[in-house]
């Protein structure tokens, strides 16, 4: 379960309401970016990525931007379900160890 | 037909012991990760395997070893366990051609007392 104090970034919506999550990144070397949504007492799953050659990817619901001037990814959901209430990261993943470097989470609750 | 699964999913010990985690995939990727997630969720990689050798180790203490007997298992050993130690532990693996295919275990809860 959820820790006292967890001081995750957070954001309610209600259910049909289009979400929008921000993360800010550090890495510009970095060749993909990740969304990775996390419900309670599961590991993280994927969602979407983009290449960092790209500015604009779209999926079934979401869509991500990447903003490479100013290094901000951000993840849409559009007509946001209670299912979608969960915990979601970004994350960077680039160069030859396959490493994912993971930002603060956002805690995303949808209100029915 | 679990993709990547860990044994076990909780484990409550005592500060000083010692203590192993198992993780298994059968998704026929080359490269397995350890992560450490924090009471505060951050997710944070420890090590990284691939085809059975080590290539990330994160400044990780000497008490924390991996050990990869085959491409498709990578566990993790701990010795003289500290309450530090209690986090969520994520086995992940992942193909060598698509980050896509990077894939989570559904985590070991690891509380040190």
């Known amino acids: 379960g959820e820790s006292v104090g967890l001081h995750l970034p957070t954001l309610s919506v209600q259910e049909g309401d289009n979400s929008i999550i921000n993360c800010a990144y550090s890495n510009s070397a970095s060749d993909y970016f990740i969304w990775y949504k996390q419900e309670s007492g599961k590991g993280p799953q994927f969602i979407i990525d983009i290449r960092s050659n790209m500015d604009k990817r779209q999926g079934q619901r979401v869509t991500v931007l990447l903003n490479k001037t100013v290094k901000h990814l951000s993840l849409q959901i559009a007509a946001t379900q209670p299912g979608d209430s969960a915990v979601y990261f970004c994350?960077?993943?680039?160069?030859?160890?396959?490493?994912?470097?993971f930002g603060k989470g956002t805690l995303l609750t949808v209100n029915p | 037909d679990t993709a990547v699964s860990q044994t076990p999913k909780y484990l409550v010990t005592q500060m000083g012991n010692d203590k192993s985690i198992k993780c298994e995939q059968n998704?026929?990727?080359?490269?397995m990760y350890w992560y450490k997630q924090d009471s505060k969720k951050f997710l944070k990689i420890m090590f990284s395997?691939?085809?059975?050798?080590?290539?990330i180790n994160e400044t990780v203490p000497n008490r924390f070893s991996p050990k990869s007997p085959d491409k498709a298992h990578l566990n993790l050993h701990i010795n003289s366990l500290e309450l530090g130690d209690s986090a969520v532990y994520f086995c992940?693996?992942?193909?060598?051609?698509?980050?896509?295919?990077?894939?989570f275990g559904s985590g070991t809860r690891l509380t040190v007392v």
């Open positions: 994350a960077e993943f680039g160069g030859s160890n396959y490493k994912l470097t």
């Open positions: 992940a693996s992942s193909p060598t051609t698509r980050v896509s295919g990077y894939t």
């Open positions: 998704l026929g990727h080359d490269t």
């Open positions: 395997y691939n085809n059975k050798e080590l290539i």
